[in-house]
């Protein structure tokens, strides 16, 4: 039975090597599509902002944020930092868009804090960019909490750019700011900066700024009737900012959620392709099968000594065989030319494999409604398109209810898959997902083999 | 005679639809056995429980004593089938699809090219065997056609109606490669339901009407059971029923139906009854257009048991 399939595997692929269309919708056009979609998509997955600083103090805590902060941020290439004269020229630099927020450290800033008066850091934002505004203000939360935890106090003020200083409530980025010199800063205003706002790629990166809410309002409280805490010495105070700003990075997006776990935008679009046009790919199989039956060739197959059986094999086989070619190609053309990063080849190899077979399971299954190649051409598509969908091929379907609802599609479980390999290279992590699309693939396998072979009869 | 294909009361229905109805016949080593019947007779469903297509509702099917089933490997390998349509790739070249069907028919590598370049041979292909099957005439397809049931060298090949739709020149290259078939020693069922073809091809014929077998003999032995009848074909003005049954009063005549605008009637002394045989005509109201005497073929056979022709 296995020659006479095999027989039949190298008549199908010397008939799809002569056939155009096999091509188009196997390499041609998933890949077409990828690179299109990446050229449209670059960049929007990695976050950077622009920021300008004003210091007006010129103090030691002042130096702690300007020179220990800002080129850790700039060096992480997390931001573009420039510096301001003035707090006038850093608001123009906004209102032209130059920037997106600035930082301004007033004049006796190091002195207030050094008296234990608590300090007042203010964060310009422009409204219209509310994450980089988000930011900023995490940024500067989370330098004043470093400095409160030494015993001394910051406020963070927020500001939208062209208002008055001072009245920065409501300024857009995403959180009503502490009122006035010494008021209390708003503790929540870069807690939870939501960077998936701006991902191009779906990205929901969490933008934590270290901030901690309560130690910003202690810093508050601690600014308006905590303990004096004395003259310092500027050489202690210079080691307290230097401490605050080298103890770890102010920001950085965190490790996720295994849920939440995503490739970068040119990935996603490649393998969202490449398991999209899979399923348009292993059609050919089961349509060949029907075209067999159109062209008059199935009874002569079935004349033959080979059985049933073998027949099945053969389309599946060359089903099988054309569907992880295509799926090897476009990974390892996406790969090279755009770039994307699959993951670890033995994870992926695993979810190539099972990802065909739920390709051709479902494709079989739909197929076995269908009388004619046009009519399980039609039907394939329909499902095929909906599957995508919902599987989030052309978008990410997030963690909410569209995430769940990815997960009723094989589309869905084969880029889960890969984002678990993200977050996780070793092939195991693929398991799950491969396990997923097996299943697919065997529940839906079976019902459509048992149905072809009662149309052959 | 040694049976190559015995088939014994053969049934298998489609709900409830009987297409073959306890049919049973026999063909010999060397010889053509014709199954003639109009369209929808049930030739095709019979044919395709002997090449084991189908699965018989009841009945056996020996082939060189080998029982037919659907996974009667054996069986299948001594059978070589023709379908009625098409059956090869029109992608793949002549000796492509040839050597496709030989690989599935488990030819070794040496006895598969040799036995490839002789069908090209035999079915007027060798000098276009590289050309793709898609790019032949209808004939030179029809050829293809023929010569991968001949491949594998079976015992009984089955050729279903294999002139349906085909061009004078190329039906006529067909039957006679069928002829060099039978000197050649293979045994094959044939069906059709063009008479002519038939009667100039096959040894024995059964005739097949609603999927049962109503009679099966020599072209001479169906003919008999007419008896010495001639057959008057008259074409008619008028209701051509009316006139059938008016006609059916005249003496010496066996039988009488109308055909489209034609009466055909079976009778004796035709020429001696001519005259009141128009006459019966006109009492119907009916005239009488022109008159055609002659000795009955498998057509008339065909009317005279079924009681249609066969090309209803």
């Not at chain 1, 103090?57 to 002042?62: L, M, R, T």
């Not at chain 1, 995503?262 to 059609?283: E, N």
């Not at chain 2, 049976?3 to 014994?8: F, G, K, N, S």
């Not at chain 2, 009488?288 to 009955?296: L, S, T, Y």
């Amino acid at each position: 039975m296995f020659a006479a399939a095999l027989t039949i595997l190298r008549k199908d692929a010397k008939l799809r090597l002569r056939d155009r269309s096999v091509w188009v919708f196997a390499f041609v056009v998933p890949l077409a599509l990828t690179y299109v979609f990446s050229l449209v998509f670059t960049g929007q997955d990695e976050f950077r902002f622009t920021a300008g600083v004003v210091d007006l103090d010129g103090g030691p805590v002042a130096e702690g944020f300007t020179d220990g902060v800002v080129p850790a941020l700039v060096e992480e290439g997390l931001a573009e930092v420039t510096a301001f004269g003035d707090e006038v020229a850093a608001r123009r630099a906004i209102e032209e868009e130059e920037i997106g927020a600035a930082w301004v450290i007033p004049e006796g800033f190091s002195e207030q804090i050094d008296a234990g008066e608590g300090g007042e850091l203010t964060v310009l934002v422009n409204p219209d960019r509310s994450l980089t505004g988000q930011v900023a203000l995490g940024v500067a939360d989370g330098f004043a909490t470093r400095i409160d935890r030494a015993g001394l106090a910051v406020a963070v003020v927020i500001a939208a750019a062209g208002e008055v200083d001072g009245d920065g409530a409501g300024a857009g980025a995403g959180g009503g700011a502490g009122a006035g010199a010494g008021g209390e800063a708003d503790a929540d205003a870069g807690a939870d900066a939501d960077a998936g706002a701006g991902a191009g790629a779906g990205d929901e990166a969490d933008a934590d700024a270290g901030a901690d809410a309560d130690a910003a309002a202690g810093a508050g409280a601690g600014a308006d009737g905590g303990e004096h805490l004395g003259d310092l010495d500027p050489a202690i105070l210079a080691e307290v900012a230097q401490r605050a700003a080298e103890a770890g990075p102010l920001i950085s997006v965190d490790e996720l959620a295994a849920a939440d776990r995503q490739l970068d935008g040119t990935t996603y679009l490649a393998a969202g392709m490449a398991v999209f046009f899979l399923f348009f790919t292993v059609t050919f199989g089961v349509t060949g099968y029907l075209e067999e039956r159109q062209q008059g060739t199935l009874p002569r197959l079935l004349a033959a000594p080979i059985g049933i059986s073998a027949v099945h094999l053969g389309k599946a086989l060359g089903a099988f065989a054309l569907g992880l070619v295509s799926m090897t190609v476009l990974a390892v053309a996406s790969a090279t030319v755009l770039d994307a990063t699959w993951g670890p080849v033995g994870g992926v190899a695993v979810l190539v494999v099972a990802a065909v077979i739920a390709a051709l399971g479902v494709m079989a299954l739909v197929g076995s409604f269908a009388n004619t190649a046009e009519q399980a051409g039609n039907l394939q598509s329909v499902v095929a398109l909906v599957l995508g969908l919902a599987g989030g091929v052309f978008f990410p379907m997030g963690a909410g209810l569209l995430g769940q609802l990815a997960l009723v599609s094989p589309h869905g479980w084969f880029l889960r898959g890969l984002g678990d390999l993200a977050g996780d290279p070793a092939w195991t992590s693929a398991l799950p997902a491969a396990g997923a699309l097996l299943v697919f693939g065997l529940v839906t396998a079976v019902p459509g083999l048992l149905r072809m072979q009662r149309g052959v009869r | 005679m040694d049976a190559v294909l015995q088939c014994t009361g053969l049934r298998r229905a489609f709900g409830e639809l009987k297409a073959v109805d306890d049919v049973s016949f026999e063909v010999g080593a060397g010889e053509t056995y014709g199954l003639l019947g109009p369209n929808g007779a049930g030739k095709t469903t019979a044919i395709s429980m002997v090449a084991g297509l189908l699965a018989t509702d009841g009945g056996e099917i020996l082939v060189a004593g080998e029982v037919m089933t659907p996974r009667a490997s054996a069986a299948k390998r001594h059978v070589g089938l023709v379908p009625q349509e098409l059956a090869i790739y029109p992608d793949l070249t002549a000796r492509e699809n040839l050597d496709f069907f030989a690989r599935l028919y488990g030819m070794d590598k040496g006895g598969r090219a040799n036995r490839i370049d002789r069908v090209l041979e035999v079915i007027g292909l060798a000098d276009r065997a590289g050309d793709r099957a898609g790019e032949y005439s209808g004939g030179m397809k029809r050829r293809l056609n023929i010569g991968i049931g001949l491949l594998h060298e079976p015992r009984l090949l089955i050729l279903d109606e294999p002139t349906v739709g085909v061009d004078p020149q190329s039906r006529n290259s067909i039957l006679a490669s069928v002829e060099d078939l039978a000197t050649d020693g293979i045994s094959v069922l044939y069906t059709t339901h063009y008479m002519e073809e038939a009667e100039r091809l096959c040894d024995r014929i059964g005739v097949i009407d609603r999927g049962r077998l109503v009679a099966e003999g020599t072209r001479r032995e169906l003919v008999s059971r007419i008896g010495e009848q001639d057959v008057v074909r008259m074409k008619v003005v008028g209701d051509a029923s009316a006139a059938a049954a008016a006609c059916e009063s005249v003496e010496g005549v066996g039988s009488s139906d109308a055909e489209g605008d034609e009466v055909v009637c079976l009778m004796d002394a035709a020429a001696g009854r001519l005259p009141a045989l128009l006459a019966a005509v006109g009492t119907s109201g009916a005239s009488v257009a022109g008159v055609q005497v002659r000795e009955p073929d498998l057509e008339d056979v065909f009317l005279h048991l079924t009681g249609n022709a066969l090309r209803d």
